[in-house]
Every structure is written in structure tokens, then in C-alpha cells.
């Protein structure tokens, strides 16, 4: 998941971006509100955390215009702690939901998770795929009830191709949800996270088919595909 972070406290900002990317998230952090509204208006994101307190254009006023523009991205904003006019403005302007500063990290991190939940559809917490099973508050996933050891890159490419099962996703796709801003990643990379995850989770039948010079696609679970492997060990 891909989040965007507009905070002009650069202690805050970078706490932040450490503590989200080593639960897996790739963080693009802005620092003022008119560049948090042009990465808006040109990037596409999973989640928005916004600080209202912003130089050179508000946070409410991002929000206006990201709200005007018809976009549905949750948005978390992020208020100092006697602003409470401020939190009812951002509300009423369509944020989801707002935490007072100072905050826990495992309390950022928990009203993320069900942010980007509920922006990719909410409804149940485990993602089945046959055998394959993703928990989304957790992170973390299972063949057969076996725990997966996968890595951050890994766990987040399985969450696209799970939230788009049946369809084919681009290289250009996969990019652009698993990196940031300036992170060089070639698709010979790509290539190679696909390779790992592939190993990893067709052991119980899921398959990854290759598009060849399009992209990747996860394919309906079809039980043959269990027992094909099964036939293979």
C-alpha cells in the first residue's frame, strides 16, 4: 500500500516513515500543503495522512480540493490536541478519521490498517484464496495454516494481485503501488518479487500467470492446481 504523508514536522515525518515502511507500506512524505496537493493531483495513493497545521496551503484546504475533485481516498488528519474546531472541519470536509498529536505509533499504525482496509473495499479482515489465506490487520499469510515467510516487497505485491484476482496487473502498476518517490525499481526487479512469491505460494496450487510483456495475474483457484502440485512432491 502506498500512502502519502503531508507533515511539515520533520522529526514527526520521518518517525513516521520509518516506523510505516517496516510494516511494509511505501511512504511518500511532502512537507508543505501545495506540494501535498500536487502529488494529489498526479499520483495515486491507498491512504492520505494529512497534518492541518501546513505552510503554504492549509491542510483543510487540501482536503477541500481533494474532495472536490471527487476522490474517495481515506484520509487520516493528524491535529494538535486543543484544535478541536479544526477536527470538526476536516470531518465535515470528508476526512475518516483524525488522531490528536501527541499520539502512540502503534496507534497510527492501527487506524491505518483500517483505513486502507475500508479504502480497498473493507468487509472481512482475512483475504481466502483456496488455500491461501492474507490477514490484513496483521500482515501476515498462511498456506494450509503454515505462516509464509515473505518479505515487505513480497507481502505487499500479494495484496495487489489478491485485491485484483482474475485480472491482469502492469509492471507499471506494481511500481507504482509498491515504491516511492526517487526509488529507482526496474522491472527486472519486479520480475524477481513475483519469482520469490510465486515459489513461495505455489506450493498449494495459487498460481501467478505471466502476461509476457504485459504484466502479472493471479488466477482463480482451481483445485486441480492443489492436487497437480501435491502429484509434484
Not at 512524505?29 to 501545495?34: D, I, K, L, S
Amino acid at each position: 500500500m502506498r500512502i502519502l504523508l503531508a507533515e511539515d514536522d520533520s522529526v514527526l515525518a520521518d518517525g513516521l516513515t520509518r516506523s510505516l515502511r517496516q510494516s511494509g507500506y511505501a511512504i511518500d512524505c511532502v512537507r508543505n500543503g501545495q506540494e501535498a496537493d500536487t502529488a494529489l493531483s498526479t499520483q495515486e495513493f491507498d491512504l492520505l495522512i494529512l497534518d492541518l497545521g501546513l505552510p503554504k496551503l492549509s491542510g483543510l484546504e487540501v482536503l477541500r480540493r481533494l474532495r472536490s475533485r471527487g476522490s474517495l481516498l481515506p484520509v487520516l488528519i493528524l491535529t494538535a490536541a486543543d484544535s478541536i474546531e479544526q477536527r470538526v472541519n476536516g470531518l465535515d470536509l470528508g476526512a475518516d478519521d483524525y488522531m490528536a498529536k501527541p499520539f502512540a505509533l502503534s496507534e497510527l499504525e492501527a487506524r491505518v490498517r483500517a483505513l486502507t482496509r475500508r479504502g480497498a473495499g473493507g468487509g472481512a479482515t482475512v483475504i481466502k484464496h483456496g488455500p491461501l489465506s492474507y490477514d490484513q490487520v496483521g500482515r501476515s499469510a498462511y498456506i494450509n495454516e503454515q505462516m509464509l515467510d515473505l518479505s515487505a516487497r513480497e507481502l505487499g505485491l500479494l495484496e495487489i494481485l489478491l485485491a485484483r484476482t482474475g485480472r491482469l496487473v502492469s509492471k507499471e502498476q506494481l511500481v507504482d503501488h509498491l515504491c516511492e518517490w526517487g526509488e529507482e525499481v526496474s522491472n527486472n526487479a519486479i520480475e524477481v518479487y513475483v519469482h520469490r512469491l510465486r515459489k513461495k505460494i505455489e506450493v498449494g496450487g495459487v498460481r501467478i500467470a505471466t502476461v509476457r510483456g504485459l504484466g502479472y495475474c493471479l488466477e482463480k483457484f482451481n483445485p486441480a492446481n492443489a492436487e497437480a502440485g501435491d502429484g509434484h512432491k
